[in-house]
């Protein structure tokens, strides 16, 4: 299959571009800011609406820098510390997932300090939207052109025009768009709306860190991996070692909140 013609740029207002990579990432953060203040005005958790209302600047900062910073120094620091320049334009795609997680934790950490809200009830609320930002990035990623897949010779294999060597790769930013994204959010809501483990906070946390960690370790078998990083165990990549110490915090975090009584 080729690669279906997609212009990067939305709409064009004479100067200006709009590009559907930056239009998803404001689809992914309205949606979870609108869905969050909705489920936490239903909920006894000790986080209002008007919390989650005030905290969405932070997200928005907490996803851009903290995304940008991890592309730069997990993925390619020698290119954008020769190149810094380069780190401001976010606009032509680079954002590592697991910086943007730290960038947002960072956030949540700051400001429910500040307003003496409860940590994890907190947490909760964000991992149930989460996979919905990500299955817009990941969509994102695939009509810029980035983070394609490693060759194929299936017939789902896809070629990109801005891959060098012209030959049918895994479209795995859209296999990650559905295990990180929709697999993963109807973990998560399953959990928090079937199950009712928002009365035990951290478990919806616990459940996405460690589904994200495994979705993810699965869909870098079938993507071109960005750093190779000598010879690493298993014919293992460097992005799924990044998702290791996301599934082993998971796992902790689901212990504490087993142990806590459920509200």
């Known amino acids: 299959m080729n690669f279906p013609d997609i212009d990067p740029i939305a709409l064009q207002l004479g100067p200006l571009a709009i590009r559907w990579y930056g239009l998803a990432y404001l689809a992914g953060l309205v949606i979870g800011w609108r869905y969050t203040m909705a489920y936490a005005q239903r909920l006894s958790t000790g986080v209002t609406a008007r919390d989650m209302d005030d905290f969405l600047i932070w997200a928005v900062l907490g996803?851009?820098?903290?995304?940008?910073?991890?592309?730069?120094?997990?993925?390619?620091?020698?290119?954008?510390?020769?190149?810094?320049?380069?780190?401001?334009k976010i606009w032509q795609g680079g954002m590592a997932f697991h910086g943007g997680l730290l960038g947002v934790i960072a956030a949540i950490a700051i400001y429910t300090r500040r307003r003496g809200l409860p940590f994890f009830a907190f947490t909760d609320l964000i991992a149930l939207v989460a996979p919905i930002g990500i299955c817009f990035g990941r969509i994102a990623n695939f009509i810029n052109q980035e983070h394609w897949g490693r060759p194929t010779d299936a017939a789902v294999g896809m070629v990109f025009p801005r891959d060098p060597d012209q030959v049918p790769r895994h479209p795995s930013q859209l296999y990650e768009a559905a295990l990180e994204g929709?697999?993963?959010?109807?973990?998560?809501?399953?959990?928090?709306?079937?199950?009712?483990?928002?009365?035990?906070?951290?478990?919806?946390?616990?459940l996405f860190l460690i589904g994200y960690g495994l979705a993810r370790g699965v869909s870098e078998f079938f993507r071109d991996p960005e750093v190779l990083v000598g010879a690493l165990p298993f014919a293992t990549t460097w992005g799924q070692w990044l998702t290791l110490p996301m599934i082993l915090a998971g796992a902790y975090v689901i212990v504490l909140a087993a142990r806590r009584p459920a509200r």
Do not use: D
């Open 63 to 88: 996803v851009v820098i903290g995304g940008r910073l991890g592309q730069v120094l997990f993925y390619q620091p020698g290119y954008y510390f020769s190149n810094p320049i380069e780190i401001l």
């Open 182 to 206: 929709l697999a993963l959010y109807l973990l998560v809501a399953i959990a928090a709306h079937g199950l009712g483990q928002m009365k035990r906070p951290g478990m919806v946390t616990g």
